[in-house]
């Protein structure tokens, strides 16, 4: 027992006579000289940069950029590609406080690539076309797009993937590289103009004059319909075909803002279904014709 007992008072000496040497001075695990000190110093050092990044990001996109005449698109590229360079300073400053040498960094480059060889290529690529996005700027924060399946407004556009939300306000992370790969519908890229088609049907032997006059009159009525507009034509409503039930129109519009494309649709076919009673054409039922044969009968 007394051999454990100065074996413990030996070893509690020992560790503390060099343990702040090791903290200060550091410790050598094979040829890698390891340093807490400054370890400690360098991950502070980050955190704080970070920190600074951060709020510069944000005080670049609400005040200091919003004073100059420029996009909320261009204002998102800039604040991104500063912070990519932030950050990447950051790390090359915190690595010099830690005692790591800039020059061996080609090492962990090349190991960086060994990685990207097996099995980093998905994040590199979505990387890469994270840039893309914001230099040639096909989507931008607000427009509202399509991608596979997915359809909602952009909200961010980040390293690795670009966040939409969808009508029902879920949050769906879409890879960057899905963006440039795949086919892509913006409907607002260019301008927020867009066109609202309505079909309806209306029962045979219905005016059909009246109907297309009427369809007109109301989408010209409704304060969102552009008129008058070059390269924009005016409300039509056309006669497409002759259904199994119904004689078969459509409603063709353009309004100022697509994002409204649901509420003014709405409002317009209530507005259909009112005149329709008032006038009384009426929107008939799918009907069928059954013919019964009796083959008992003479």
């Not at 360079?85 to 061996?104: D, H, K, M, Q």
Request: glycine fraction near 6%; aromatic fraction near 10%.
């Amino acid at each position: 027992m007394e051999y454990f007992v100065q074996a413990y008072n030996i070893f509690s000496n020992w560790l503390s006579n060099n343990f702040w040497r090791w903290i200060v001075d550091g410790f050598t695990v094979g040829e890698i000289k390891i340093e807490p000190l400054s370890i400690l110093a360098a991950v502070i050092v980050l955190v704080v940069l970070i920190r600074v990044t951060k709020w510069i990001k944000h005080k670049l996109d609400t005040r200091w950029l919003s004073r100059k005449r420029l996009t909320q698109s261009e204002r998102d590229t800039i604040t991104s590609i500063f912070g990519y360079i932030s950050i990447t300073l950051a790390l090359l400053i915190s690595l010099s406080v830690a005692g790591i040498n800039i020059a061996s960094l080609a090492i962990i480059a090349g190991a960086l690539s060994f990685g990207i060889g097996f099995g980093l290529q998905n994040i590199v690529s979505n990387f890469i076309s994270g840039i893309i996005l914001l230099f040639e700027r096909p989507i931008k924060r607000g427009d509202w797009i399509r991608v596979g399946g997915t359809e909602g407004v952009v909200k961010s556009i980040n390293i690795r993937s670009t966040r939409l939300q969808t009508f029902d306000r879920s949050d769906v992370l879409v890879p960057n590289s899905d963006l440039l790969t795949n086919q892509v519908t913006n409907l607002m890229l260019s301008d927020s103009i867009g066109r609202i088609k309505i079909s309806i049907g209306v029962a045979y032997g219905s005016d059909v004059e009246k109907v297309r006059d009427i369809l007109v009159e109301i989408a010209r009525a409704h304060p969102s319909a552009l008129l008058g507009q070059k390269d924009i034509s005016d409300p039509q409503a056309l006669f497409l075909c002759f259904g199994d039930s119904a004689l078969q129109f459509e409603l063709r519009f353009f309004i100022n803002n697509i994002s409204d494309v649901f509420k003014v649709t709405s409002e317009v076919n209530f507005e259909i279904d009112k005149k329709f009673r008032e006038l009384e054409i009426q929107i008939p039922f799918p009907q069928r014709d059954i013919h019964i044969i009796d083959k008992k009968s003479p």
